[in-house]
């Protein structure tokens, strides 16, 4: 009798819960992805094997906002793109709704809608400009993880304006038909699993066009000892946007320097640098060839005694 009695008064206390039957819950949706984009986020998941299931309502903001996604007859992966977001995180609940109005446990997951505040704050890819004899030569820094791509645009040898993209797994990239003396860049973003893609701010960057590796053939004509042979690499190093410098002839280790301008009708202006005295350079034509852009020079420096130097300096 003390069992039977302990039982009964155990079956009054959940009799109030039981009113209305066992309580049921609808199955759950899985695999639930958020894929981040420009002031949205797309919902993924996928659906529950349940029949009874009439919809999955997606809530955020404390359950102040949601949206409805229906079911479909194939039971795979469902999706909806909630538009319209402020840039900041998100949390999630998915729930799975039965005929009767039976309610699921909740998923939940965390997600980012991204904005202009994020995409001003992304880096353009570094890059180092060199002239080639192939073109002009793009050396990039390590890409980022979402960097997907570079844009370049520049001034192609009809005087056009040209872009090319440049994936992120290119760290060399040789622009063959380059005319201009800048560049624009811009990169290319998306987030992690993202559906956006996202812009760095542009970034203008002007080179000397004639800055690079050279190779220098030819003579110097010395006054008491006579002539000898110049053939040697050199590097036209960028002193600004207009000139170049290298060594004097093959005088590189003594600090006997020059710097070259390449005039608007392609005549070359010479003049002394490091330790080089002076520089005459009325022996003869002083011109940049731009079709097999070399350098070709006659000067001398030490008026008391002059050193003619001929020499052309090739691009390599």
């Known amino acids: 009798m003390a069992v039977f009695t302990s039982c009964a008064k155990m079956d009054n206390t959940y009799q109030p819960f039981l009113a209305d039957g066992e309580r ?39 359950r102040n906002d949601s949206v409805i996604v229906l079911p479909t007859s194939t039971h795979g992966l469902l999706k909806t793109t909630i538009t319209g977001l402020k840039e900041q995180s998100y949390n ?9 109005g039976n309610s699921s446990i909740e998923e939940l997951k965390s997600g980012k809608a991204y904005g202009t505040t994020y995409e001003s704050e992304l880096l353009t890819r570094g890059v180092n400009i060199g002239n080639t004899l ?21 001034t192609n040898t009809s005087g056009q304006i040209a872009t090319v993209s440049v994936p992120s797994s290119v760290d ?7 005319a201009g003396k800048q560049i624009e860049l811009k990169s290319t973003f998306i987030p992690s699993n993202g559906i956006d893609k996202f812009y760095s701010p542009l970034a203008v960057k002007t ?27 050199k590097v036209l190093s960028q002193i600004t946007d207009e000139i170049v410098q290298c060594n004097l002839g093959d005088l590189g280790a003594s600090n006997y320097l ?20 002076d520089i005459d350079q009325h ?24 050193r003619k130097i001929e020499e052309t300096i090739t691009l390599q």
């Open 283 to 306: 022996w003869g034509a002083n011109y940049y060839d731009p079709v097999t852009k070399s350098f070709h020079l006659f000067y001398s420096y030490n008026t008391a005694a002059p």
């Open 207 to 233: 080179f000397n066009a004639y800055a690079g590796k050279y190779q220098s053939k030819g003579v110097l004509h010395h006054p008491t000892s006579g002539d000898r042979s110049i053939n040697e690499a």
């Open 24 to 62: 049921v819950y609808p199955g759950k949706p899985s695999q639930i992805e958020l894929h981040p984009g420009r002031n949205r986020i797309e919902v993924q998941f996928q659906q529950n094997l349940d029949p009874n299931i009439v919809k999955y309502v997606i809530y955020w903001n404390d």
């Open 172 to 178: 060399i990239y040789t622009i063959p038909d380059n």
């Open 92 to 100: 999630f609940e998915i729930v799975s709704f039965d005929k009767k």
């Open 134 to 154: 192939a073109g002009l030569e793009l050396s990039f820094s390590t890409a980022e993880t979402t960097n997907i791509s570079t844009e370049v645009t520049y």
């Open 258 to 277: 020059m710097r070259l301008k390449v005039n608007a009708d392609f005549s070359v202006t010479i003049t002394p640098a490091g330790v080089t005295p």
